[in-house]
Structures are given as structure tokens and as C-alpha cells.
């Protein structure tokens, strides 16, 4: 489960994500990413923490597929909150072969995701140089 301050919840927030950020698309799964949006929820904080949010429509299977899905994705999401910028709006949106997908293909998909739109290689720093 997330923290409540790590949750997205508002049909504005989802659409300032989807319509303003940047978006990944993997084969299960499509990452939108809005960095530097305000927290609207907790007036004068200075950093606010990332949120994020989900969409799992019922072309991923019935409700029970979709909840599966959803809760596998809320603890990958958890376990990644630390590496998305204070701020940051996250929707990551379950496309229908994420109903069939295990936990470790939902993970390297949503952390191919991530590398990419926050510019971040395994091997290198952000211009492609390998660090030494």
C-alpha cells in the first residue's frame, strides 16, 4: 500500500500527468511522468513527496486481474518512490497483457520505464559516459 501523501487520488492530478508529463510506453505497461507539479493538497510545504496513481481498465481482465494487477504495481511503485523527483506526478497504466504478466515482468518493465524518462542508465551517467 502506498502512504497516503504518495497517492494520487484527483482526476486533476491524473490528467496534469497524462497531459503535461512525459510518457514511456513498455509492452505491459505505459509510464506517464510530470515532474515539478505542485502538491495541491498541503498548502506552503516546500518539497512535496511524488505521487503516484494507477489505471487498469477492464481490458486487463475482470475485477479480480485488475485488483491483482493494481497491487503488484502499488508495491513495485513503493519500492521506487525514492528514486522519482520531489514533486513528481506518476501514472503508470496497465496495458492487457499486464492481466497475464508475473511480478518480475511487470518489474523490469516499469523500471525500463523509469530509467528512460528520468534519464538514468544502468551502465552510465545521463550523457551515456560509463562512470570510471
Known amino acids: 500500500m502506498l502512504p497516503t501523501e504518495n497517492r494520487l487520488r484527483r482526476r486533476q492530478d491524473f490528467?496534469?500527468?497524462v497531459r503535461r508529463g512525459r510518457r514511456a510506453g513498455r509492452p505491459l505497461l505505459v509510464v506517464h511522468?510530470?515532474?515539478?507539479?505542485?502538491?495541491?493538497?498541503?498548502?506552503g510545504e516546500?518539497?512535496?513527496?511524488?505521487?503516484?496513481?494507477?489505471?487498469?481498465?477492464?481490458?486487463?481482465?475482470?475485477?479480480v486481474q485488475r485488483n491483482r494487477v493494481k497491487r503488484k504495481?502499488?508495491?513495485?511503485?513503493?519500492?521506487?518512490?525514492?528514486?522519482?523527483?520531489?514533486?513528481?506526478?506518476?501514472?503508470?497504466?496497465?496495458?492487457?497483457d499486464a492481466g497475464n504478466a508475473d511480478h518480475a515482468q511487470l518489474a523490469l518493465?516499469?523500471?525500463?520505464?523509469?530509467?528512460?524518462?528520468?534519464?538514468?542508465d544502468t551502465h552510465g551517467d545521463a550523457e551515456g559516459r560509463v562512470a570510471q
Do not use: I, Q
Not at 48 to 63: C, M, T
Not at 73 to 95: N, Y
Open 109 to 120: 518493465d516499469l523500471d525500463a520505464a523509469l530509467k528512460r524518462l528520468l534519464g538514468r
Open 33 to 43: 511522468l510530470r515532474r515539478d507539479a505542485t502538491h495541491p493538497h498541503v498548502p
Open 15 to 17: 490528467a496534469a500527468a
Open 46 to 63: 516546500s518539497t512535496p513527496p511524488a505521487r503516484a496513481g494507477f489505471v487498469v481498465s477492464k481490458a486487463v481482465g475482470g475485477a
Open 73 to 96: 504495481l502499488r508495491h513495485l511503485v513503493r519500492e521506487r518512490l525514492s528514486l522519482l523527483p520531489p514533486g513528481s506526478l506518476v501514472v503508470v497504466r496497465a496495458l492487457p
